[in-house]
């Protein structure tokens, strides 16, 4: 079967390397069907996010024309070579959906599919604190692991419940376990996780198997494959992401995590276009 990558940045995020024609060689090169480009939405409409380092999170706001303009040249470009399918990641942040959308609305016509994610979590004061950043770690330590992961899955859960969020794809799903840090209450998170689940069946959306954790210190996807199970024995589509931050990293660990799939029982990926779903064999 040909791969296909839907999660993937490049330098508009200014984390990342790479320009977005490097991926789309690169993808060309590993002989991928198709690769989403999923770069981060701007932070820039938010309120209250004073101490986050958002200019080093995601492109701008007066970014996001060049942004896509530029994946759709590429994709007339190279369009007899791969699919090019276009996306954005995005936060979700607890009462200022209104605000997003007040700039999402004008692109959604010319998306192919969203990634909904959690990457901002507030401290006992309601400071926000990136968790997936290692500059914050020692918010593990003062909140307590137990309380990040309840936190993350609770935020999780309203993300999900709330329908002007406008999204296809869970990102990531048990990503505060990036940095090995593993939560000692394992029932009670995996009851949170439970919750999270029966809320992503009943809106049909689809989870994006992340090969990223592997080149982190938890040295495996996300989510786990006790997650992933739970996920085949509830019939939600899944499809492969490889969070990849450079084009050496696309298409990381993807043999290796279909081969589990399979074993699983999964022999489908979702596929998008205009924000509707297909699948695909493996």
Same mark, same amino acid.
């Given at each position: $079967?040909?791969?296909?990558?839907?999660?993937?940045?490049?330098? $508009?995020?200014?984390?990342?390397?790479?320009?977005?024609? /490097? +991926?789309?060689?690169?993808?060309?090169?590993?002989?991928?069907?198709?690769?989403?480009?999923?770069?981060?939405?701007? +932070?820039?409409?938010?309120?209250?996010?004073?101490?986050?380092?958002?200019?080093?999170?995601? $492109?701008?706001?007066?970014?996001?024309?060049?942004?896509?303009?530029?994946?759709?040249?590429?994709?007339?470009?190279?369009? !007899?070579?791969?699919?090019?399918?276009?996306?954005?990641?995005?936060?979700?942040?607890? &009462?200022?959906?209104?605000?997003?959308?007040? +700039?999402?609305? %004008?692109?959604? !016509?010319?998306?192919?599919?969203?990634?909904?994610?959690?990457?901002?979590? +507030?401290? @006992?004061?309601?400071?926000?604190?990136? $968790?997936?950043?290692?500059?914050?770690?020692?918010?593990?330590? !003062?909140?307590?692991? /137990?309380?990040?992961?309840?936190?993350?899955?609770?935020?999780?859960?309203?993300?999900? %419940?709330?329908? /002007?969020?406008?999204?296809?794809?869970?990102?990531?799903?048990?990503?505060? @376990?990036?940095?090995?840090?593993?939560?000692?209450?394992?029932?009670?998170?995996?009851?949170?996780?439970? %919750?999270?689940?029966?809320?992503?069946?009943?809106?049909?959306?689809?989870?994006?198997?992340?090969?990223? &954790?592997?080149?982190?210190?938890? @040295?495996?996807?996300?989510?786990?494959?006790?997650?992933?199970?739970?996920?085949?024995?509830?019939?939600?589509?899944?499809?492969?992401?490889?969070?990849?931050?450079?084009?050496?990293?696309?298409?990381?660990?993807?043999?290796?995590?279909?081969?589990?799939?399979?074993?699983?029982?999964?022999?489908?990926?979702?596929?998008?276009?205009?924000?509707? !779903?297909?699948?695909?064999?493996?």
């Amino acid at each position: $079967m040909k791969l296909q990558d839907w999660h993937t940045h490049n330098e $508009m995020c200014h984390h990342a390397i790479g320009s977005l024609e /490097d +991926y789309v060689k690169k993808a060309i090169d590993l002989n991928l069907d198709t690769i989403g480009i999923s770069d981060h939405f701007p +932070y820039g409409y938010l309120l209250g996010i004073e101490g986050l380092p958002v200019h080093e999170y995601a $492109m701008v706001l007066e970014e996001i024309e060049l942004y896509l303009s530029s994946v759709e040249s590429l994709r007339e470009k190279y369009n !007899s070579d791969i699919n090019i399918k276009l996306g954005f990641e995005i936060d979700y942040i607890e &009462g200022q959906v209104d605000r997003l959308n007040g +700039y999402l609305d %004008k692109t959604k !016509s010319r998306l192919d599919y969203i990634l909904g994610s959690i990457h901002v979590l +507030y401290t @006992k004061d309601g400071t926000p604190w990136g $968790m997936d950043d290692s500059r914050f770690l020692d918010q593990y330590n !003062s909140l307590g692991t /137990d309380n990040v992961y309840i936190q993350y899955y609770q935020s999780m859960q309203k993300m999900i %419940k709330t329908i /002007d969020f406008d999204f296809d794809i869970v990102s990531h799903f048990d990503i505060p @376990k990036k940095f090995n840090k593993l939560p000692t209450s394992e029932n009670l998170i995996m009851n949170e996780v439970d %919750k999270t689940l029966e809320l992503i069946k009943k809106r049909d959306l689809t989870i994006e198997i992340n090969t990223a &954790g592997f080149r982190k210190e938890i @040295k495996e996807q996300y989510p786990s494959l006790e997650i992933i199970k739970k996920m085949y024995n509830l019939d939600i589509p899944i499809l492969l992401g490889s969070d990849a931050h450079a084009p050496n990293e696309l298409a990381f660990e993807f043999k290796r995590i279909i081969g589990e799939l399979k074993n699983i029982g999964y022999n489908h990926l979702a596929s998008f276009d205009k924000r509707k !779903s297909d699948f695909i064999e493996i």
